[in-house]
């Protein structure tokens, strides 16, 4: 009898990796920016709970989906952002 071969390739675990990594990240830097800034803390707070909630909803074994994140968290992260760095 043969088994079945998983469908989660080596490449897929790298790309999921990477989206935690680029999650935390993003996380951090809103946390900055919420802790250094009364005047955007309310929103950078927001942003963590939904970003953190969209990507535990991302399922780790579909590839496109995870690929779609990251090209959502790459455009995200590219935008200018509207006030004082």
Do not use: C, K
């Amino acid at each position: 009898m043969r088994e079945a071969r998983s469908a989660w390739r080596v490449s897929d675990a790298v790309a999921y990796d990477e989206l935690r990594a680029r999650v935390n990240d993003a996380t951090a830097r809103l946390l900055a920016v919420a802790q250094g800034s009364s005047d955007g803390a309310d929103a950078a707070r927001s942003e963590v709970i939904e970003l953190r909630r969209e990507s535990l909803a991302v399922d780790g074994f579909d590839r496109a989906e995870v690929d779609a994140f990251l090209a959502q968290l790459e455009e995200h992260s590219s935008a200018p952002r509207e006030g004082p760095e």
